[in-house]
C-alpha cells in the first residue's frame, strides 16, 4: 500500500524560502515519476511540478523559475524547493503521482498535506 508523507511547511515571509519533503512508501520509488500539487482555500487541487523517473523536470507557470522538484531514490524522497515566495504560493501541498503536465498517472491516495503560508 502506498503511503505518502508530506513535511516542511510553515509560515514565511513573502521573497522567502521554504523546502518541503514527501517519503514514499510501498511502491519502487525509483521508478516512478513524481509530482507536487498544491490546493488553496477554495480552489481546486493544481499540479505544479513534476519529475520524470529519469530525473527530467517540468512546472506550471506560476512557478517556473522559482521552485525546483528534486528526488532522492535512496530515500525514496521527493522534494520541493520554494524560492521568492508570495502570498499566492499559501497552500497545502502535497505530493503524489503526477496527473498533468503531460502525465496521467492514476493518482494514489493522499497524504496529509503540509501547509504553506506566505504572509505579505
Known amino acids: 500500500q502506498v503511503q505518502l508523507v508530506e513535511s516542511g511547511g510553515g509560515l514565511v515571509q513573502a521573497g522567502g524560502s521554504l523546502r518541503l519533503s514527501c517519503v514514499v512508501s510501498g511502491t519502487t520509488f525509483r521508478f516512478m515519476a513524481m509530482g507536487w500539487y498544491r490546493q488553496a482555500p477554495g480552489k481546486q487541487r493544481e499540479l505544479v511540478a513534476t519529475?520524470?523517473?529519469?530525473?527530467?523536470?517540468d512546472y506550471a507557470d506560476s512557478v517556473k523559475g522559482r521552485f525546483i522538484i528534486s528526488k532522492d531514490n535512496a530515500k525514496s524522497t521527493v522534494y520541493l524547493q520554494m524560492n521568492s515566495l508570495k502570498p499566492e504560493d499559501t497552500a497545502v501541498y502535497y505530493c503524489?503521482?503526477?496527473?498533468?503536465?503531460?502525465?496521467?498517472?492514476?493518482?494514489?491516495?493522499w497524504g496529509q498535506g503540509t501547509q504553506v503560508t506566505v504572509s505579505s
Open positions: 519529475m520524470s523517473s529519469g530525473g527530467s523536470t
Open positions: 503524489n503521482w503526477p496527473n498533468g503536465l503531460g502525465y496521467s498517472y492514476r493518482i494514489a491516495s
